[in-house]
């Protein structure tokens, strides 16, 4: 009976379908672009913000919209113990919103200017080609002011944090304005009216979104609906005069800034809810299934929530698909991983004397392993080896009576005897001040 229990629960070892590891190597990678990340946000004033793992989903829903593609397909729905439906977030903007209204941020200065670092979930079908369901994202998000030069900004910074990670120059900006309230629903009409009768033509996917997003015809792939969007009408026609300056002096500020970007009038955004300015870092040939990180304003989001008109403009990045284009650059990032000393621990009375030797130097900021004492020298530093490790400490029985140490430098393979008591300083010095690893209290997380 148990055995055969175990036998099933050696099947539970992979990785559930679309769920995916982060394994050590990449996690370097992880590390330094939230470092960058984090450095950036703080730079320009935002700051971060933590929301929980999972919402309610009549609010997500709220958000999105019913009819929204996220809504009806890529939730990650469950009931919980109480019988509350609830969904794992999907982003990173809603809760934000629900945080905003629920602490009544609207009462402090404003704009409110935070950014985040967290897993998100979104339920993609299995047949997808690239169907993973859980990643990681980096978002930053402006509450409370609408002014292009907020939009600039917020651009500068996905630009800057692009350009400090390496991969500025395999994407490029794209960018649109979808209209306000005012301009934006005759736009929205004449599209309507404009994919009306073409219907056939179209895939099946879209053709469903004809009466109520005919946006999600834009994002679609396939040849003939790519054909039929771009004959649609353009929206700067229907630009109001607010919007056309509002565009016009965004443009402006990316040029004083130096961001260079490509006008896409066919550019919808990610999300349905987003209006006015969108936009997005597409790989630069142009294929819209690699976009890094996208971004918009979304103005009538909280308004449809609570009422209360507030504007909102933010953008969020997946990381793996950074950590992706950095590894295909080839970019290497500093890695805090590399162990600098492996202890061999030669007879049981050395022990003692290396795990006390151990602790010092991990104290003293030098990343140490070992004082395992498996098998012979020559076993050992093949061993260290393995590990890559440039330092060596043996001790033995001799070394431990005559309180020295021998120090063999793997590089040349060479070894010294020194002092049990000089090793942390000496050490030290070999691995050099620069690449130990301390913080300083309280600097921790
Ligand atoms: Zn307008
Ligand atoms: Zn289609």
């Given amino acids: 009976m148990e055995e055969n229990q175990n036998n099933n629960l050696s099947n ?39 929301t929980p793992m999972m919402e309610r989903e009549e609010f997500i829903t709220a958000i999105h919209g019913k009819n929204s593609d996220l809504v009806k397909n890529n939730l990650y729905k469950f009931k919980d113990p109480e019988g509350n439906d609830m969904v794992l977030r999907p982003e990173g903007y809603s809760g934000i919103i629900r945080a905003y209204l629920a602490h009544e941020m609207k009462d402090w200065p404003q704009p409110i200017e935070l950014y985040y670092i967290e897993p ?62 005012v301009c934006r629903p005759k736009y929205l009409m004449d599209l309507e009216n404009y994919f009306v009768g073409k219907e056939r033509s179209l895939c099946f996917s879209c053709q469903e979104k004809v009466a109520n997003n005919p946006h999600y015809i834009f994002r679609c792939h ?29 443009r ?25 300015l969108v936009f997005e870092y597409w790989d630069r040939d142009q294929k819209k299934e690699n976009i890094l990180l996208h ?23 997946r990381l793996e698909k950074a950590i992706k284009a950095m590894k295909k650059e080839k970019i290497k990032v500093p890695s805090k991983d590399n162990l600098q000393v492996f202890i061999a621990q030669l007879s049981r009375e050395a022990k003692k004397k290396c795990l006390q030797l151990m602790i010092s130097l991990r104290e003293a900021g030098i ?79």
Avoid at 222 to 233: G, H, K, N, R, T
Avoid at 378 to 398: S, W
């Fill in 252 to 276: 402006s500020y990316l040029e004083a800034l130096e961001i260079s970007y490509r006008e896409n009038l066919g550019l919808v955004g990610k999300y349905d809810f987003y209006t006015g």
């Fill in 295 to 317: 971004g918009g304003s979304f103005d009538e989001v909280i308004g449809k929530i609570s009422g209360e008109k507030i504007p909102a403009v933010g953008f969020n990045m």
């Fill in 367 to 445: 990343k140490a392993i070992g004082v395992l004492g498996k098998g012979s020298i020559r076993e050992q530093i093949t061993l260290a080896e393995k590990f890559k490790v440039p330092y060596m400490i043996i001790m033995g029985l001799t070394e431990v009576r005559e309180n020295i140490i021998i120090l063999r430098d793997m590089k040349v393979g060479q070894q010294k005897v020194i002092s049990y008591d000089d090793a942390v300083d000496v050490i030290k010095k070999l691995v050099g001040e620069e690449n130990l690893d301390t913080y300083t209290e309280g600097e921790l997380g």
């Fill in 12 to 50: 539970l070892s992979p990785v559930p379908k679309g769920i995916r590891d982060i394994l050590p190597e990449d996690h370097q990678y992880l590390t330094y672009i939230k470092k960058v990340a984090r450095h950036r946000s703080r730079q320009g004033g935002f700051r971060r913000i933590a």
């Fill in 120 to 181: 998100y979930f979104e339920f993609v079908p299995q047949e997808k080609k690239q169907f993973y369901r859980s990643y990681m994202e980096f978002g930053a998000v402006s509450i409370g002011e609408k002014a292009a030069a907020l939009d600039a900004q917020l651009i500068y910074l996905a630009h800057k944090i692009l350009q400090d990670l390496n991969i500025e120059s395999l994407f490029q900006l794209q960018i649109n304005h979808l209209g306000c309230e």
């Fill in 222 to 250: 396939e040849e003939d609906c790519q054909i039929l969007s771009e004959l649609a009408p353009k929206v700067n026609n229907y630009w109001c005069e607010d919007c056309s300056k509002f565009y016009n002096r965004l």
